[in-house]
């Protein structure tokens, strides 16, 4: 050791060397995993980020010669949810979101028992508001907002 | 903060090694696996610098399966390959750079597993005990050049198509066998959709199947063996000869290797993406200048040449012979230079070494010359 460093005892310094190079190498692993690691989620995250993105969509046109009629529901695509335009006998149309709020399985339409019905865990709504009747969803399916114009549904966020 | 740090820093360093450690241990037994990476050691000498090809080889490879894995999330092989890589490439979030990598780190490791054999050529790292070694070595080669070839064709564009159609002539031409292998690899009278889906199964499950077995054996005999060392340098006396233990010495610059290609590969996927051509379309006519990847071109430039002094089948027929022949001295070369002392036999096969090498590289730069 040259003669005119200062003296600091030899093990002090060899142990501050050691912990900044160990401070250094952890920093440097990290920003390697990182700078790996970021590009790699974004491409396996694509769909999902793309579907999502398709999600913030305002509202759906149906025209209304491609609905069966009174008495039925149709089942279409808001961004990427499964979603329901119930056509009832009275000529009203209403829309709801078809996932059900329990765990996720997409809901049935069931005119013969005046309900919309999850055969999951037996999750029972009702057809004209899209409350919980009865079994385990905590809450209600969302509802959308429609309007019937120029031959067309027009379903949008409420 | 250092001054604080520096006392349990030491309690750490002098508390046994328990908890976590030794819970694994008693299970497992790590201890003899560690003693034993204790007691490994490297020998230093001047050309030290050839140990870390195979090294290198082995993480190429290692990413080859990791962005292989990745890009097999989108690839649709089949009709849809050509669209399945447009999307990976223009569509998908950082897709051209996991295909870029792909492909930079395959070209990479065909040229490391190159470096890496003509490496242990020259070092006569072939001898008594390791001819298995340089046999497995010579079957890794030649998986990686099929890799190569398979993977090329799967994009399915103009390129890749025609380079695929050209290659798949030459196994045609072995006598007898020949059409039998082409219909058989080719699945039809012409490159097409289920050329791209045999070479995708072959690329994806046949080849892997057939090369990690492989790797671990031809890893296995490495740390049987050891490394071995030049004959210039086991001919002096052992105490001038220098050895360095492999952990932590050794596997610190091997990893080191293993970062310094990683930033290559980087390097070169980001600044130098690999592009798309246009779809396979077989009522085109082949593009000018069409040749192969590099590492086939002084095959091919030497086909070229035997043509032109023996024209006809006849002269492709005598190349793809001679071919062989120079294959089966390389792979014999372990029974052919068996002395240690050298001698007329290790004269003889070193001089055999150069001009494959000076061949090899001659008829590369000619091929990509005259294209």
Redesign the interface.
């Known amino acids: 050791m040259p003669r005119n460093m200062p003296s600091i005892p030899f093990e002090?310094q060899s142990?501050?060397r050691?912990?900044l190079l160990q401070l250094g190498v952890g920093a440097m692993g990290a920003c390697y995993a990182a700078s790996l690691g970021y590009?790699?989620y974004?491409?396996?995250?694509?769909p999902a980020?793309r579907a999502r993105a398709l999600g913030l969509i305002k509202t759906v046109s149906i025209p209304t010669k491609d609905l069966p009629g009174p008495g039925t529901a149709t089942m279409f695509l808001f961004g990427s949810r499964p979603s329901m335009l119930i056509h009832h006998r009275d000529g009203r149309y209403v829309a709801f979101d078809a996932v059900c709020s329990h765990l996720g399985c997409t809901v049935r339409f069931e005119p013969e028992n005046n309900r919309i019905f999850c055969p999951c865990h037996g999750g029972t709504y009702d057809m004209n508001t899209g409350d919980v009747v009865a079994g385990p969803p905590p809450k209600g399916l969302k509802s959308y907002k429609v309007e019937v114009a120029d031959g067309s549904v027009v379903v949008s966020r409420s | 903060m250092a001054a604080s740090s520096y006392p349990e820093a030491k309690d750490q360093a002098a508390a046994p090694p328990g908890g976590l450690y030794q819970w694994i241990d008693e299970r497992l037994g790590l201890s003899p696996i560690l003693a034993l990476a204790r007691h490994k050691t490297v020998p230093q000498h001047r050309h030290s610098f050839w140990y870390y090809w195979g090294g290198i080889s082995l993480f190429l490879f290692l990413l080859q399966m990791l962005t292989g894995v990745l890009l097999l999330v989108y690839f649709r092989p089949g009709s849809q390959s050509y669209e399945s890589v447009r999307q990976i490439t223009y569509d998908v979030d950082f897709g051209w750079l996991i295909r870029s990598a792909h492909s930079w780190s395959a070209n990479l490791m065909v040229f490391a597993v190159f470096v890496h054999m003509f490496s242990v050529f020259f070092m006569k790292a072939y001898r008594k005990p390791r001819e298995f070694g340089w046999w497995s070595g010579l079957a890794l080669l030649g998986l990686t050049m099929v890799f190569g070839f398979s993977g090329y064709l799967l994009p399915m564009d103009e390129l890749s198509y025609f380079a695929t159609k050209v290659g798949l002539q030459i196994p045609g031409m072995i006598p007898g066998v020949g059409p039998m292998i082409t219909d058989i690899v080719r699945g039809g009278l012409d490159v097409g959709e289920a050329t791209v889906q045999r070479f995708f199964a072959l690329h994806v499950v046949v080849l892997p199947m057939l090369f990690l077995p492989l790797l671990l054996f031809h890893l296995f005999l490495v740390q049987k063996h050891g490394n071995a060392v030049p004959p210039a340098e086991a001919a002096r006396p052992a105490v001038e000869r220098r050895s360095v233990p492999f952990f932590p010495n050794f596997f610190t610059m091997d990893l080191a290797m293993w970062l310094i290609a990683l930033n290559v590969v980087t390097i070169l996927a980001t600044l130098y993406p690999w592009g798309l051509g246009a779809p396979a379309d077989p009522l085109a006519p082949t593009p000018i200048g069409i040749h192969p990847e590099w590492y086939f071109m002084s095959q091919f430039q030497a086909l070229k040449v035997l043509g032109r002094i023996i024209p006809g089948l006849f002269g492709e027929i005598f190349g793809m012979g001679l071919f062989t022949a120079v294959l089966i001295f390389w792979a014999v070369i372990p029974l052919f230079d068996r002395e240690t002392t050298g001698g007329r036999r290790a004269r003889l096969t070193a001089w055999v070494g150069y001009v494959m090498l000076a061949g090899a590289l001659i008829f590369t730069i000619w091929g990509y010359a005259t294209v």
């Open positions: 002090d142990h501050n050691r912990t590009p790699v974004r491409y396996l995250a694509t980020v």
